[in-house]
């Protein structure tokens, strides 16, 4: 008896254009990867706020915080796909690289979060 296999559905613009060059396509696997890791480190810092830091702040708004970072790194993992998969259609139509407000949304979130634990960190001492 053989393993079970799950079938996946190639996305219909895999199908559409001409297969990029492989050093574009792996570029842009990289980039996915990238914003997994980053994904990642959201919520690994969200664990590692409410697990080692619990005298960093009250009780609820340690929770907050952490609630808050996980949700973002949840939606960065699942906006990360998409745009990978954008990007891969771009490249097979020969368009423009389609344009993301998400890079500055991560660098607000990120420098937002750096401020608050910053002051969290000063008040707690």
């Known amino acids: 008896m053989t393993g079970w296999r799950i079938r996946v559905r190639e996305p219909a613009w895999r199908q559409q254009g001409k297969t990029p ?13 990238a914003w997994i890791r980053t994904s990642l480190a959201l919520l690994a810092g969200a ?4 697990q080692l830091a619990p005298n960093i702040a009250p009780q609820p708004v ?3 915080l952490c609630v808050i970072l996980s949700l973002i790194g949840a939606s960065l993992a699942g906006l990360s796909y998409r745009r ?3 990007m891969e259609a771009a490249m097979r139509r020969d ?8 890079m500055l949304f ?3 979130v990120v420098a937002v ?3 608050t634990f ?4 000063l008040v707690a001492r």
């Not at 664990?47 to 409410?50: K, Q």
């Open 21 to 33: 060059d492989y050093r574009f396509s792996l570029a842009n696997e990289r980039t996915f990867l």
């Open 47 to 50: 664990v590692a706020i409410d």
């Open 62 to 64: 340690r929770i907050v």
């Open 84 to 86: 990978w998969g954008q």
């Open 95 to 102: 368009e423009a690289l389609p344009f993301s407000r998400v």
């Open 106 to 108: 991560m660098t607000i």
């Open 113 to 115: 979060a750096a401020f």
């Open 118 to 121: 910053a002051v969290l960190i």
